[in-house]
């Protein structure tokens, strides 16, 4: 971050809502991130977001006021409740920065007839199923035309947000912090690094790590699958998640039954150190904007698997390996090539941090999102 703070935007700060519910997609990261650069800029910044995700992101240490919504049910089943929140938050602001389409939609009711600006920063796609899979279009219809800019994380998000007829899309990429570098003089490196295999249980074994929500029992098949593959190794690897939802339970069941080499994390906040100990790391997302966990991994200098979608092969360049979703066996023979040839691994260490080099920083995020904050200021809507 920038160590020299702007001047605040005219005689009073200028007050923007960021509204986060529970930090899904990477919105927490950006947030926090976000939220930090403001305020060292002079502008006054309220969080809108459940309990426990303001204290996971620390949104309160990084200088931003935080209004809490409900934790059971949140936006989806306690409007009511999370509608007054928001309005007393919202109270006197000069714009909202919605990140997500749930928060957009909240935003659009919260501030229907007013003529204070709406940000809208989609993260990631929706895939539900049923009724509000078939309502998706409309809503997406609704947030896209009432925001007076969206901004997508790739650029097939922003080409979707101009399909349902946004007034103003652009593209934002949206930076991950850099892990901090671990001071000099404590443990080595390489210390550290058996100490985490040891406490995951591969102290002697090829490490595999992964990160993502264990929400759909679907999406985490086909790693499951390479999973299965593995056992077929003289040298077994453990396929370590870092992760939480409701699908851990069916996920854990097939784990127990087929005897996989795999060990559900639960969630965990130590994503670096994690990579940092890894062999290889994996990231096998049916649908991906720009994912934390490539990222991160790319700044530690983690090999990654990665399937080619969304926004994924744009992030990640030749830096990592790339696979279908969906195909198993190109997931088990790309992570087994690369545990097969240290080498290999060195040389898409380097790249991978090369690429990471060329990523916009905080700063630069920062500084476009206050320059559309100045533009919708000095414009309006005009």
């Avoid at 960021?18 to 947030?31: A, P, T």
Wanted: one cysteine or more.
């Amino acid at each position: 971050m920038s160590s020299t703070p702007a001047p605040p935007h005219g005689p009073t700060a200028l007050h923007a809502v960021q509204l986060v519910g529970r930090g899904e997609g990477g919105s927490g990261v950006h947030v926090r991130s976000l939220a930090a650069g403001l305020v060292a800029r002079g502008i006054r910044v309220t969080v809108v977001a459940t309990p426990a995700t303001a204290e996971r992101y620390g949104f309160a240490a990084a200088g931003a006021n935080v209004a809490r919504l409900p934790e059971r049910g949140g936006l989806a089943t306690a409007p009511l409740c999370t509608a007054t929140v928001l309005r007393a938050a919202c109270a006197g602001a000069d714009l909202v920065h919605a990140h997500g389409l749930q928060c957009g939609l909240m935003a659009c009711s919260t501030i229907l007839g007013q003529r204070r600006p709406l940000v809208v920063t989609w993260h990631t796609k929706s895939h539900p199923d049923g009724v509000r899979g078939r309502m998706m279009p409309l809503l997406e219809r609704r947030v896209s035309r009432t925001a007076r800019v969206v901004l997508g994380a790739t650029t097939d998000l922003v080409d979707g947000a101009r399909r349902r007829g946004a007034r103003d899309a652009r593209l934002a990429p949206i930076a991950v912090p850099a892990p901090r570098q671990p001071h000099p003089g404590g443990d080595s490196t390489a210390l550290r690094r058996q100490q985490v295999r040891a406490e995951l249980g591969a102290p002697d074994r090829p490490l595999v790590l992964t990160a993502a929500p264990l929400d759909a029992y679907d999406a985490h098949e086909p790693l499951l699958e390479a999973a299965r593959m593995w056992r077929a190794l003289p040298e077994q690897p453990l396929l370590a998640v870092a992760g939480e939802g409701p699908a851990r339970g069916k996920l854990q069941r097939r784990i127990d039954a087929e005897k996989l080499p795999v060990r559900l994390l639960g969630r965990r906040d130590d994503l670096p150190r994690l990579l940092a100990a890894a062999d290889v790391a994996v990231l096998s997302s049916p649908w991906e904007a720009r994912p934390v966990l490539a990222q991160e991994a790319l700044h530690a200098g983690a090999p990654l698997v990665a399937t080619a979608v969304g926004g994924v092969p744009e992030l990640v360049g030749d830096a990592a390996e790339l696979v279908p979703y969906g195909d198993a066996r190109a997931l088990a023979d790309a992570v087994t090539g690369l545990l097969n040839d240290p080498a290999h691994r060195v040389a898409l260490s380097a790249a991978g941090r090369a690429q990471a080099g060329t990523w916009p920083t905080e700063d630069d995020t920062v500084a476009q999102v206050l320059s559309i904050y100045d533009e919708l200021m000095t414009y309006g809507d005009a």
